[in-house]
């Protein structure tokens, strides 16, 4: 004999009973393995120096992850960012992400780099020895084909020109906008208190991330940047539609990335410890 749902409403409830039940454990299961994956208070590496594995590219102009001219490359150990002249005559403003594949929201990221090399010819001024970690990112696939940047908050790295003061772990703020000193900080640029460093030496920058509490940059142990409150910037049409999506402007969370802005850089270290909220 068939029996209706509509019928029977307590088959209705067991079933949907059973439904709720079998997809909390499987989110539990889902949850459980991912804190095996990143124990809270240990420092996991995101490069395991051998190839991209957990990494996405998203290069303008080309489609989510097509790695475009092998930009972003794995050699000798290293995360590499390289423009090959064959495929990169000018840099035409393809700005590239190379995101990792899940989002965090409570953390500490360490990274080495070092800037390499010649800029990329066609490449901005403002872009030489100049590349970027991108905290709290949107989702990469929600990204269009020729968007530029991520909206995020941007740990901007950049390396001296040999005379100039250039600090390093700077903030800039694609689509976004932070709190300093109790005020909305609206300019798209703010300079660390860091050093400059000029020549080709590794360079050690941590970045601690407390959701929406606050985020503080962190050059050779030392803090050079601190603020709070990272939100989407209603000015941006991007964001704005971001922010209706999420319900609010208030980041607790997103994707990270490293960026490839036109001047070759090496990584040698992407590593996350994941705290406690």
Same mark, same amino acid.
Request: aromatic residues 10%.
């Given at each position: 004999?068939?029996?209706?749902?509509?019928?029977?409403?307590?088959?209705?409830?067991?079933?949907?009973?059973?439904?709720?039940?079998?997809?909390?454990?499987?989110?539990?299961?889902?949850?459980?393995?991912?804190?095996?994956?990143?124990?809270?208070?240990?420092?996991?590496?995101?490069?395991?120096?051998?190839?991209?594995?957990?990494?996405?590219?998203?290069?303008?102009?080309?489609?989510?992850?097509?790695?475009?001219?092998?930009?972003?490359?794995?050699?000798?150990?290293?995360?590499?960012?390289?423009?090959?002249?064959?495929?990169?005559?000018?840099?035409?403003?393809?700005?590239?992400?190379?995101?990792?594949?899940?989002?965090?929201?409570?953390?500490?990221?360490?990274?080495?780099?070092?800037?390499? +090399?010649?800029?990329?010819? +066609? &490449?901005?001024?403002?872009?030489?020895?100049?590349? +970027?970690?991108?905290?709290? &990112?949107?989702?990469?696939?929600?990204?269009?084909?020729?968007?530029?940047?991520?909206?995020?908050?941007?740990?901007?790295?950049?390396?001296?020109?040999?005379?100039?003061?250039?600090?390093?772990?700077?903030?800039?703020?694609?689509?976004?906008?932070?709190?300093?000193?109790?005020?909305?900080?609206?300019?798209?640029?703010?300079?660390?208190?860091?050093?400059?460093?000029?020549?080709?030496?590794?360079?050690?920058?941590?970045?601690?991330?407390?959701?929406?509490?606050?985020?503080?940059?962190?050059?050779?142990?030392?803090?050079?940047?601190?603020?709070?409150?990272?939100?989407?910037?209603?000015?941006?049409?991007?964001?704005?539609?971001?922010?209706?999506?999420?319900?609010?402007?208030?980041?607790?969370?997103?994707?990270?990335?490293?960026?490839?802005?036109?001047?070759?850089?090496?990584?040698?270290?992407?590593?996350?410890?994941?705290?406690?909220?």
């Amino acid at each position: 004999m068939r029996v209706s749902m509509q019928n029977c409403p307590w088959l209705q409830y067991v079933l949907t009973l059973a439904a709720v039940v079998f997809f909390s454990c499987e989110f539990r299961a889902a949850a459980e393995d991912r804190e095996q994956e990143f124990p809270v208070g240990k420092w996991v590496s995101l490069f395991n120096g051998k190839d991209l594995d957990g990494w996405i590219p998203k290069i303008r102009y080309s489609k989510l992850g097509e790695n475009y001219a092998d930009t972003f490359r794995v050699a000798d150990g290293l995360l590499q960012v390289r423009y090959d002249p064959q495929h990169y005559a000018k840099f035409e403003e393809r700005f590239g992400h190379l995101h990792y594949q899940r989002p965090f929201s409570h953390y500490r990221l360490r990274v080495e780099y070092r800037f390499v +090399g010649e800029q990329c010819p +066609g &490449g901005p001024g403002w872009a030489y020895r100049n590349s +970027g970690i991108m905290l709290h &990112g949107e989702p990469p696939e929600g990204m269009a084909v020729d968007q530029d940047f991520p909206v995020s908050i941007e740990a901007q790295l950049l390396g001296g020109n040999g005379t100039d003061p250039r600090p390093t772990a700077n903030l800039c703020t694609p689509g976004t906008n932070v709190v300093m000193n109790g005020k909305l900080f609206l300019p798209h640029c703010i300079s660390s208190k860091s050093k400059t460093y000029h020549g080709d030496q590794w360079v050690t920058v941590e970045i601690e991330v407390r959701g929406s509490k606050v985020i503080r940059h962190i050059v050779e142990g030392e803090v050079v940047l601190e603020y709070t409150e990272p939100q989407l910037d209603p000015r941006d049409p991007h964001a704005k539609e971001l922010a209706e999506k999420q319900g609010g402007l208030l980041l607790e969370g997103g994707y990270i990335s490293l960026q490839s802005e036109s001047h070759p850089i090496d990584f040698r270290r992407v590593e996350i410890m994941v705290l406690e909220p």
